[in-house]
């Protein structure tokens, strides 16, 4: 793995881990844990493997094509140069997300409807999918742009991939820590630890991209 990925894998990451805080993200917070599977008659863990597999599914093919892509239109670039775009680009996300700017989001969120209509592992795997995508619905950090930027910088299928599949995993973070809710005083406590680590999980993911980069470039 070169260095070049694992800026754009920890990017990415970044990037996924604000995404759960998204209005989207906590919707689903609200509903997708054992407790809720639980009296819908589903198995949380069946559920929780197949948003998983989805939204890495996604997020690994979307990269994966732009870093095909990049393999087409950029041969002419040396590694050197396309790591210190890669690295910039990282810099200037992270910067972003530290700053007020916030960055163009589809104003859009996976259908709830779904959430009891349905077996627990069709609709985790769809709303995965849709969450692996990143663009199919809010979007919480300039690092998801810079993410497919640096997919394309890579100019590799392969390492591409890596970037989206780190980027599929972040997004079902807090969806795994929900393991622990199976009473409603629990979901209550949950939801209020999790509303409180917003801010310094937004300023520690900023602040690990912009360190990275730094690294980088040094």
């Not at 690295?87 to 163009?104: I, K, N, R």
């Not at 209509?117 to 663009?135: D, K, S």
Request: aromatic share 10%.
């Amino acid at each position: 793995m070169t260095i070049q990925v694992l800026i754009g894998m920890i990017t990415g990451l970044g990037a996924a881990v604000r995404g759960n805080w998204s209005p989207c993200g906590e919707s689903l917070q609200a509903q997708l844990h054992p407790l809720g599977e639980g009296t819908r008659g589903n198995r949380w863990g069946v559920t929780i493997g197949a948003f998983t597999v989805g939204s890495v599914l996604a997020g690994g093919s979307l990269t994966a094509a732009l870093g095909a892509l990049g393999a087409v239109f950029l041969g002419s670039v040396g590694s050197s140069v396309a790591l210190a775009l890669t690295a910039g680009l990282a810099l200037a996300a992270g910067a972003l997300d530290l700053s007020p700017l916030t960055p163009w989001t589809p104003k859009r969120q996976v259908n709830e409807n779904w959430i009891g209509r349905y077996r627990g592992w069709v609709y985790g795997a769809a709303f995965g999918l849709q969450l692996g995508l990143g663009f199919a619905v809010f979007v919480m950090s300039w690092g998801y742009y810079a993410m497919l930027a640096m997919a394309f910088l890579s100019g590799s299928a392969s390492a591409g991939a890596l970037m989206g599949v780190s980027f599929g995993l972040g997004r079902g973070i807090i969806l795994y820590a929900s393991r622990v809710i199976t009473t409603p005083e629990r979901l209550a406590r949950f939801h209020a630890r999790a509303s409180a680590l917003k801010g310094p999980v937004f300023t520690s993911t900023g602040v690990v991209t912009v360190v990275a980069a730094s690294l980088a470039l040094l």
